[in-house]
Nanobody
Framework: QVQLVQSGGGLVQAGGSLRLSCLAS????????WAWYRQAPGKQRELVAN???????NYADSVKGRFTISRDNAKKMTYLQMNSLEPEDTAAYYC????????????????????WGQGTQVIVSA
């Protein structure tokens, strides 16, 4: 009924840019905190950035100054603008929502917790 749908990603040369997008689809009323995570082969998943409902942002040290997270509450979307990409940024990227409120046709207002997008691959060549 509700899901996160990602777009963007792909192959880029070092120093290039990409933008990832994530849409919360369904009868969404509100979204709390968006976040982007990534997982490189053989490595643990790590938080890249998050943005709270009041717009407060937080970034991993490795991406500060290069990546920007934003949100569009009206469109129920979040974006991750990635500049000055490095080969070390190569990973599968996932958008997440810690919780969101939505309308169920039968049950009315409901709360969805810990939703993840399908993931998108980012490959940065040297």
């Amino acid at each position: 009924q509700v899901q996160l749908v990602q777009s963007g990603g792909g192959l880029v040369q070092a120093g290039g840019s990409l933008r990832l997008s994530c849409l919360a689809s369904g009868s969404i009323l509100s979204i709390n905190t968006w976040a982007w995570y990534r997982q490189a082969p053989g490595k643990q998943r790590e938080l890249v950035a998050n943005i709270a409902s009041d717009g407060t942002t937080n970034y991993a040290d490795s991406v500060k100054g290069r990546f920007t997270i934003s949100r569009d509450n009206a469109k129920k979307m979040t974006y991750l603008q990635m500049n000055s990409l490095e080969p070390e940024d190569t990973a599968a990227y996932y958008c997440t929502v810690d919780w969101m409120l939505f309308t169920d046709q039968v049950l009315g207002e409901r709360k969805a917790v810990d939703y993840w997008g399908q993931g998108t691959q980012v490959i940065v060549s040297a």
